[in-house]
């Protein structure tokens, strides 16, 4: 199993930037990708974006490209979402995920609150 925890979520003006990070810890070995998701009140919980592990292979939501950046440092076992030109509908908790196959997201984190003021 891989632990994981947030950081770096709170309380920006729309336009502004953000930078989460993830950290992982226990069974590192075993990820092959992590990624971002996030839910705002009474939606259901989007995939945002993800990353493979060695490959640094990315994938966005459309809402976001062009405005996200998910970056990682695998020495750190650290994945980041950097998030500019935020958007009151970016507010929501975001959660750090990892998988171990392509497939299945198979880990969580415990969420950070990401609030946007207009």
């Known amino acids: 199993q891989v632990q994981l925890v947030e950081s770096g979520g709170g309380l920006v003006q729309a336009g502004g930037s953000l930078r989460l990070s993830c950290a992982a810890s226990?069974?590192?070995?075993?990820?092959?990708?992590m990624g971002w998701f996030r839910q705002a009140p009474r939606k259901g919980r989007e995939f945002v974006a993800r990353?493979?592990?060695?490959?640094?292979?990315?994938q966005y939501v459309d809402s976001v490209k062009g405005r996200f950046t998910i970056a990682r440092d695998n020495a750190k076992s650290t994945v980041y979402l950097q998030m500019n030109s935020l958007k009151p509908e970016d507010a929501a908790v975001y959660y750090c995920?990892?998988?171990?196959?392509?497939?299945?997201?198979?880990?969580w984190g415990q969420g950070t609150q990401v609030t946007v003021s207009s």
């Open positions: 990353i493979t592990w060695s490959g640094g292979n990315t």
């Open positions: 226990g069974r590192t070995f075993s990820i092959y990708k």
């Open positions: 995920a990892s998988g171990r196959d392509d497939r299945s997201w198979h880990d």
